[in-house]
């Protein structure tokens, strides 16, 4: 309310707390007393608790558009009853979602509803927030007494499949209801299959992901942290690609990501940098990583250009951490491995080379990217020394690297450390391994990928399947066995007050070996005007459909079994042509194709 002789006064808001973390209270009883004064002509101090302002200065600093999608509703879900208790009601959710809860009620003015989130239930039935930490993740609300009324908070969002819902005074509760929020950004990928399991692992990470797309690529929705690692951007970056259209939000967290960046051309493990350490993890490759694939999915390369002294001034930091091309420091390395496998302890110190190798090649791919030659040249050449020296002082002359871990040994081989002629050694190891610990994974977040990946290569898609969908603990299957709608963070069903997010996408990379491999779609080769389609086909399959919304047009990749001969439907987009492989290799215009094919594997 403002008048010209006066000037600006304020009053109360019914909004009386709120935070990201705590949840809010809101007051209608304010309402009652404000609603429909505000805005009129009249003496404001007959109006509830106005007063003057206060004048001070604006904030400081560059004001620029936001640039990312809108956090918006995307989805809305009526909580089902499952307890009831003296003073309260335990409300069960279909999916483990990020955003708030909508209550309709009615009572009397003053009587309150307050609303407790979270992932899981204690024993007792009561929704056990333990894990949450600090994160109180609950709202309050007073009612204002006028019939039927409708809440849901406005200031802060939860991660949460359980609410319980506490009345204190005269209070009905009509309707509870889950309201998905996530950044609308464009979902562009479609997989589903034969195996009802794989598709289940499809719709948790595509889940898991959207949960967490906040304006950043935070780690998890629910507790005192939701924050933008960077280690678990490295990995993930490899499925979100085929399933949104993040270029927008590639570029606010590069953006970020630079901000944290010091003089010696350090950056942070976590943008925009909260807690951690400067310089950051040796695995955060995702920094030069996402501007790529924002070049490469999305044809955008101003983020290249914009900051490329930055990814260069990160290298040049970063050979100054390395005598012999071994790097001198690590915090995380391949995190959160499941210890009560054989086989699994890595030589962090390796990892953590082995990361170098990595910055080097992504950034050597920018500079031809840019046309910058001589550079690539360069820091080609630095990295091919490295892969020299590694393989000298890890590699075992009985067939692996490191301590024999699956993670050591598929990094070795994707990064180019492993001499052909010792591949197939170290590649049965790998194998081994799996075997060994009973069709389980003895990795952590950074390595699984690497693996999964390296066995379709290898027209292993069976035996990843056999992983990914094993029922027994540690692994995925077993998040599934557990009625899991979404990616954990460790293996083990615990709720706990440390890490214990069951919200967590670093460990949903396995879903893009569904559409680089199974459909055969492969994002991370295009070209101005050509894709490849080169699927591997499992036995476990009888059929696979898949299609993305590229930034050339929709591409279709759907095949289907009939015995021994295999019918493929491809689609390609207008002014694009399209090398498939399956037996042999073909070129496909725009358009339609139908194509039959003898399994010959």
């Not at 089902?80 to 009572?107: D, Q």
Request: charged share 20%; net charge negative; aromatic share 12%.
């Amino acid at each position: 309310h403002s008048q010209c002789r006066n000037g600006w006064v304020c009053g109360p808001s019914s909004i009386i707390s709120n935070s990201i973390f705590g949840g809010e209270t809101y007051d209608a009883t304010i309402d009652n007393k404000r609603i429909g004064k505000w805005s009129e002509n009249g003496d404001y101090r007959s109006f509830y608790k106005w007063m003057y302002v206060i004048m001070v200065n604006g904030p400081v600093g560059e004001l620029v558009p936001q640039e990312v999608e809108n956090i918006e509703i995307c989805g809305t879900y009526e909580g089902i009853l499952i307890h009831k208790f003296e003073n309260s009601c335990v409300y069960k959710f279909p999916i483990n979602m990020a955003g708030i809860t909508r209550i309709t009620v009615k009572g009397s003015e003053g009587s309150e509803v307050i609303i407790r989130h979270a992932e899981g239930l204690s024993e007792d039935g009561h929704v056990d927030q333990l894990n949450l930490r600090s994160a109180e993740c609950t709202t309050r609300y007073i009612l204002g007494g006028k019939g039927i009324e409708t809440y849901n908070p406005h200031f802060t969002f939860m991660g949460f499949q359980y609410c319980e819902v506490e009345t204190k005074g005269d209070v009905e509760i009509l309707k509870v209801e889950g309201l998905h929020l996530h950044n609308n950004v464009k979902k562009i990928g479609a997989f589903n299959c034969s195996n009802e399991k794989l598709n289940k692992l499809h719709e948790m990470i595509v889940l898991t992901e959207s949960n967490n797309e906040y304006s950043l690529f935070s780690d998890c929705p629910q507790r005192d942290e939701r924050l933008g690692w960077l280690n678990d951007l490295t990995t993930r970056a490899y499925q979100f690609i085929y399933n949104f259209d993040v270029n927008k939000l590639i570029e606010k967290v590069t953006r970020d990501i630079v901000d944290t960046q010091v003089d010696n051309g350090a950056f942070a493990d976590t943008a925009p940098y909260t807690l951690c350490y400067v310089p950051a993890d040796p695995s955060c490759a995702s920094f030069i990583e996402i501007g790529l694939i924002a070049y490469i999915v999305y044809n955008n390369v101003s983020i290249l250009e914009k900051y490329f002294s930055n990814y260069q001034r990160w290298i040049e930091y970063f050979l100054t951490r390395q005598k012999d091309y071994i790097v001198d420091y690590y915090y995380y390395g391949d995190w959160v491995i499941p210890e009560s496998l054989k086989n699994v302890q890595c030589d962090q110190t390796f990892v953590a080379s082995m990361f170098l190798i990595m910055h080097l090649g992504l950034f050597v791919r920018v500079c031809k990217s840019l046309g910058k030659l001589d550079l690539a040249q360069h820091y080609g050449d630095i990295a091919n020394e490295s892969r020299k020296a590694l393989h000298s002082k890890y590699y075992n002359q009985v067939g692996y690297y490191g301590n024999n871990t699956p993670t050591e040994n598929s990094m070795a081989i994707e990064l180019g450390i492993c001499p052909k002629e010792y591949v197939s050694k170290v590649y049965n190891n790998i194998l081994n391994n799996i075997i060994d610990n009973n069709y389980h994974l003895g990795c952590g977040n950074q390595g699984y990928k690497h693996v999964l990946r390296l066995l379709c290569e290898n027209d292993m898609g069976d035996l990843a399947i056999k992983v990914l969908t094993n029922p027994t603990y540690p692994g995925w299957g077993f998040m599934l066995e557990n009625g899991s709608t979404t990616v954990w963070e460790r293996w083990e069903k615990e709720i706990k007050a440390d890490m214990n997010s069951f919200d967590h996408p670093m460990f949903g990379s396995y879903d893009h070996i569904f559409y680089r491999y199974f459909a055969g779609i492969n994002l991370k080769d295009f070209d101005s005007n050509k894709i490849y389609i080169a699927p591997k086909v499992p036995n476990a399959l009888n059929y696979v459909n898949c299609s993305i919304d590229s930034t050339k047009g929709k591409i279709v990749s759907n095949w289907v079994r009939n015995g021994n001969e295999i019918t493929f439907e491809i689609e390609v987009p207008s002014n694009v042509i399209c090398e498939f492989n399956f037996n042999n290799k073909v070129m496909l215009t725009s358009g339609k194709h139908i194509i039959k094919e003898i399994i010959t594997k």
